[in-house]
């Protein structure tokens, strides 16, 4: 069940209109030649993410003193996520974050990717935890004071962006929630998370359905579990987990009825 953990759409021409929406930092950055403006481009019109990572590499290594650095890194951070590689994308979005302590585009990427690989016997899983938890409230305060990035959205697009940068706050919270058993928060997290994104998650959803089933919410869950079967785009997965989840909670519903 592990999904990309942002809900952009990382085309070229998205990408370079929305990352630099993703700091609270008002000064935009500015290229200082052609040849890094050049280099710049190479990350957004890269074909694949190992070629972004390549791209972003150059940037910084070539570049050392690029105002495009925390773009750069939270780039290839985003990259290695979609190859699976939780471990370099954390190690990729803390460098954004050094390199622009307000940019909770990166902030938020780490604190799902600790709550997500965390386990229940970690010796190190109280610090993981509670630095993804720090990180998402953090994020939180950025994300509301963030100025609009770029004149030309609308007022309206920009609340919008901005409820979904909240939404994967939220569920950085429920996932930690979830890590540590407490279901009832798990619960009150997701669910606010699924109410402020823009478009449902499926996995989300399971998630959320299963914080609901421990808390003893079951109908609630049974009600999502069929969006999530119900729904054309959840991967065969994600319905698998919520189809067996369904059969768990109709047990529960039928011992408590006796």
Not at 75 to 89: C, I, M, P, T, W
Not at 113 to 126: C, G, H, I, V
């Amino acid at each position: 069940m592990i999904r990309p953990l942002t809900r952009i759409l990382f085309c070229a021409a998205l990408a370079a209109a929305l990352v630099p929406a993703q700091t609270a930092n008002p000064k935009q950055p500015q290229p200082k030649s052609q040849k890094e403006l050049e280099a710049i481009q190479a990350i957004f019109q890269a074909p694949d993410p190992d070629a972004r990572i390549a791209a972003a590499k150059e940037l910084v290594t070539k570049f050392a003193d690029t105002e495009f650095k925390a773009t750069a890194f939270y780039v290839g951070a985003f990259s290695y996520q979609q190859k699976g590689d939780l471990e370099n994308a954390i190690v990729w979005a803390e460098q954004a974050v050094e390199a622009d302590p307000k940019f909770y585009g990166a902030m938020l990427m780490i604190a799902n990717a600790l709550a997500l690989r965390t386990q229940e016997f970690d010796l190190d899983r109280e610090e993981k935890l509670g630095r993804a938890e720090k990180l998402a409230k953090q994020a939180m305060e950025l994300i509301n004071s963030a100025p609009k990035p770029r004149p030309d959205i609308t007022d309206e697009q920009w609340e919008g962006a901005k409820k979904d940068f909240l939404a994967q706050a939220h569920e950085a919270l429920g996932l930690a929630a979830l890590a540590r058993k407490n279901y009832a928060a798990c619960a009150s997290e997701l669910g606010t998370a699924a109410s402020l994104a823009s478009q449902q998650d499926p996995s989300l959803m399971v998630r959320l359905a299963n914080c609901q089933i421990h808390s003893g919410k079951i109908d609630e869950a049974l009600a999502l579990l069929d969006k999530v079967l119900n729904d054309p785009n959840a991967v065969p997965q994600v319905k698998n987990v919520a189809a067996q989840l369904k059969v768990d909670a109709n047990k529960k519903k039928a011992e408590a009825a006796k």
